[in-house]
Nanobody
Framework: QVQLVESGGGLVQAGGSLRLSCATSERGYVMGWFRQAPGKEREFVATLTWSGRTTWYADSVKGRFTISNDNAKNTVYLQMSRLRPEDTAVYYC????????????WGQGTQVTVSP
């Protein structure tokens, strides 16, 4: 059982930045971030292979968000820049999936709120 613990959410003004972190109990999986806004379905944000060589991004975040990992810390990051109010959602870390497809392991989620 892979355990994922997110941190780094919060309240930020539009145009600002936040960095989310996800500590994982196991390496080697494809790691991803998904988000769910109120009243909407959970959607793909970004994923990367544990080697870091391959990344995928949703069109809505390309050029603004960057996914990365730190092998030594068993941690995956989502650097979010130029945030928009429509980025407001609960962000979930995920492991074991693929290109835009979630795997079976989820974190508890962290709230990101972007004010106008």
């Amino acid at each position: 059982q892979v355990q994922l613990v997110e941190s780094g959410g919060g309240l930020v003004q539009a145009g600002g930045s936040l960095r989310l972190s996800c500590a994982t109990s196991e390496r080697g999986y494809v790691m991803g971030w998904f988000r769910q806004a109120p009243g909407k379905e959970r959607e793909f944000v970004a994923t990367l292979t544990w080697s870091g060589r391959t990344t995928w991004y949703a069109d809505s975040v390309k050029g603004r968000f960057t996914i990365s990992n730190d092998n030594a810390k068993n941690t995956v990051y989502l650097q979010m820049s130029r945030l928009r109010p429509e980025d407001t959602a609960v962000y979930y870390c995920n492991a074991g999936g693929g290109d835009g497809v979630p795997g079976p392991y989820w974190g508890q989620g962290t709230q990101v709120t972007v004010s106008p």
